[in-house]
């Protein structure tokens, strides 16, 4: 039995699998906070409460069976620990705008908040962190630290972060094992194995099985495509971004705005549930009766960075309501998506990942937008957790836990509704961008 802690910005996944697949599995969430506009904070305590509510959910004798603890983690994202191994003031998350890219985030505190930097030992992401508190060793790995900026990507620490920057392991490695107090409070055996693990989107393209001549497209709180390539791409195709892989090679990445966090925004605005929205969706055929969503609430990622650009809705009537609203913000992700793999030059399939790979509709659009067969596995919604169970025991196959169950090629009838759709996007898309 191998435990996967999926570290992921609204929440954390335990997973428990077995040679079959997932045996049992819970969630723990973590709230974030906005204190200022474009910040984005969480409290580093309730990155291991999130572990702990979430692993108070499994079956404990599975739990107790447990060989090995592995991680897949959001990146960019990190707190400053003290040598006491207390955090220092709250994590600043990957979305947080107000400094740009993770190195110039540190950059920021060190200038603004100089006696909180002074004080620092390490900088550690949550699932650093998180295997801290587990083995009481610090660590992170490349594709995590890479990522963030606080490496190069020859490996080398960068400056600024060099004296806080804990070892760097290989993903597949044993950092340590876990200590009686914190392996009792998640159910575990102390002493048991834990592994270093990678970073999200390098676990989600080994959980679903892309090879070079395809793409994962992960649905979460943000979305991404991803492509595996053998050696650094030089140059990186225009709007993407390499980082290494959790197994070695490379990963040509084009990280979006926003995806799921859309559909939660707007449910909290409706009050209604994300769930609700997302069937109400079906209610509204492709073109969301005219409405089209540039859904940057994040600021422009991939393909366009712009990070002052802004989400917008247009062409807006008495007529429409939440239901239109979702699908513009679903389409409006998928023509993104579709931008950013025409600028990677393209892929012959697309795997699907993130709990968006759930939702039919999703993949269908998702099919029908970029003219591509989208492959689903059985755990597509846990495809994060899969990599990190492989990392944990490469001797395990993926098409034994996780294998494929259904292969959606694009409905001709979708694919010519969407190209009008796909128009009335990017003349949206280039109007926002003119008034960022």
């Known amino acids: 039995m191998i435990l996967t802690l999926d570290l992921g910005t609204s929440s954390t996944k335990a997973t428990v ?90 950059s920021w505190v060190s200038r603004h908040q100089p006696e909180r930097f002074a004080a620092a030992r390490w900088v550690m992401a949550p699932r650093d962190l998180i295997v801290f508190l587990l083995t009481g060793q610090p660590a992170t790995d490349r594709t995590v630290a890479a990522r ?41 055996r102390p002493g048991t194995p834990v592994f270093a693990g990678a970073g999200d989107r390098p676990c989600e393209v080994l959980g679903t099985g892309v090879g070079p001549a395809g793409a994962m497209v992960s649905w979460g709180t943000t979305a991404n495509t991803s492509r595996a390539v053998a050696t650094f791409p030089d140059p990186v195709p225009g709007g993407g971004r390499a980082s290494p892989g959790a197994l070695g090679g490379w990963l040509v990445e084009y990280g979006l705005s926003s995806a799921g966090g859309a559909i939660d925004w707007l449910a909290q605005l409706t009050g209604r549930t994300s769930i609700e929205l997302t069937d109400a969706m079906a209610e509204v055929p492709p073109g969301a009766g005219g409405v089209v969503a540039v859904p940057w609430l994040n600021g422009a990622r991939a393909p366009w960075w712009q990070p002052a650009a802004e989400a917008a809705f247009f062409q807006l009537t008495p007529a429409h309501g939440p239901q239109h609203l979702t699908r513009a913000l679903y389409e409006g992700v998928a023509f993104d998506v579709a931008r950013s793999l025409e600028a990677a030059g393209g892929a012959d399939r697309i795997g699907a ?4 790979a759930a939702t039919s509709a999703w993949i269908g659009m998702l099919a029908a937008v970029t003219g591509r067969a989208v492959e689903r596995r059985r755990a597509a919604a846990d495809a994060a957790s899969a990599g990190a169970c492989l990392l944990v025991d490469p001797d395990l196959a993926l098409d034994d836990i996780n294998p494929v169950v259904e292969i959606v090629e694009p409905d001709p009838g979708l694919v010519a509704c969407y190209r009008p759709v796909r128009d009335r996007s990017d003349e949206a898309c280039r109007a926002v961008l003119r008034l960022s």
Do not use: H, Y
Not at 164 to 171: F, I, M
């Open 17 to 106: 699998w077995a040679g079959s697949g997932p045996v049992s599995q819970g969630r723990g969430p973590v709230p974030t906070t906005c204190p200022r506009p474009g910040w984005a904070e969480q409290e580093p305590s309730d990155w291991w409460q999130s572990v702990i509510v979430a692993c108070q959910q499994l079956d404990s004798d599975a739990l107790a069976a447990v060989d090995g603890v592995g991680f897949s983690a959001a990146r960019e994202t990190f707190a400053l620990i003290g040598s006491d191994g207390e955090p220092l003031g709250p994590g600043i998350l990957w979305s947080d705008r107000r400094a740009g890219s993770a190195l110039a985030r540190l």
């Open 148 to 188: 963030a900026g606080l490496i190069d990507l020859a490996g080398s620490p960068v400056e600024l972060a060099a004296p806080l920057l804990p070892p760097v392991l290989d993903p597949a490695g044993v950092v340590g094992r876990a200590e009686a107090g914190p392996a009792i409070a998640i159910g575990i």
């Open 353 to 356: 990942a993130g709990r968006g």
